[in-house]
């Protein structure tokens, strides 16, 4: 709807407001804002940045304490900043890919930071992995391919793929895995091959991403009739 009918999507609270907090961020790490600054434009912009149709009144004001507080002990990370904001153009098997990378900061190697609003957790190290393991997982496949970016734009692979979870305070640092970068290919290189090969795409519904992260629900029919 978005690349062929050129449809724009409507603002979603979820998302606006993690577009919002990762703009803050960014202006502090590139130096643009000091935290006080930031915190300052967080609670004065809020209602003008954060749109769409509002969830229950607990779960906006949860949102605000946990952006505020968030941003009030703001610590520096321990990096000497490489990148903000990145974006890098590069290639996977002569497939066109994108990368935007909210950080990427060197210390002993580089590390990319992913800012997140989700709420994931540490790895569980069970021998037998949890739903959140399996959770952080899907998100570093993404980190994964962004590895592959900064691969081809400083001639080395991260140390490190990590993940800023703003909303909880939680910061994850997993060690870059060769195995797991190399599933990360293949699963791009295959799905890209896949839907080339697909003429009949069926819809994937899930409650919470169609209602409250898509924007473009009010245009769906698959949506409508669910």
């Keep these: 709807m ?11 609270f979820y998302t606006t ?8 961020i960014a202006g502090i790490l590139s130096g643009e804002l000091t935290k006080d600054q930031a915190q300052l434009k967080f609670l004065m ?4 940045e954060v749109q769409g149709q509002l ?7 949860k949102y605000i304490r946990s952006g505020s507080s968030y941003l009030e002990s703001f610590q520096t990370p321990p990096y000497k900043t490489i990148g903000v904001e990145k974006k890098i153009d590069f290639q996977i098997n002569g497939n066109k890919f994108v990368a935007f990378l909210d950080y990427i900061g060197e210390d002993d190697g580089l590390d990319i930071v992913d800012h997140k609003s989700r709420d994931l957790k540490q790895r569980s190290k069970r021998s037998k992995p949890t739903r959140k393991d399996e959770e952080l997982d899907e ?14 734009e ?10 800023n979870c703003f909303r909880t305070g939680t910061f994850i640092k997993e060690p870059f895995n060769k195995e797991a970068h190399k599933e990360a290919i293949d699963w791009a290189t295959n799905s890209i ?4 090969d697909t003429d009949d795409f069926h819809p994937n519904l899930e409650y919470f991403a169609c209602r409250y992260i898509c924007g473009l629900n009010d245009e769906c029919c698959y949506y409508k009739m669910g």
Excluded: W
């Design 45 to 48: 912009g809020f209602s003008d």
């Design 139 to 152: 998100m570093l496949r993404q980190l994964y391919i962004y590895a592959e970016a900064v691969k081809q």
């Design 2 to 12: 978005t690349y062929i009918r050129n449809l724009k999507d409507a603002p979603q």
């Design 154 to 163: 400083y001639g080395e692979y991260p140390k490190h793929l990590c993940f």
């Design 193 to 196: 091959e896949a839907i080339k």
């Design 17 to 24: 407001y993690g577009s919002f907090m990762h703009k803050l």
């Design 55 to 61: 969830p229950a009144e607990s779960t906006v004001l």
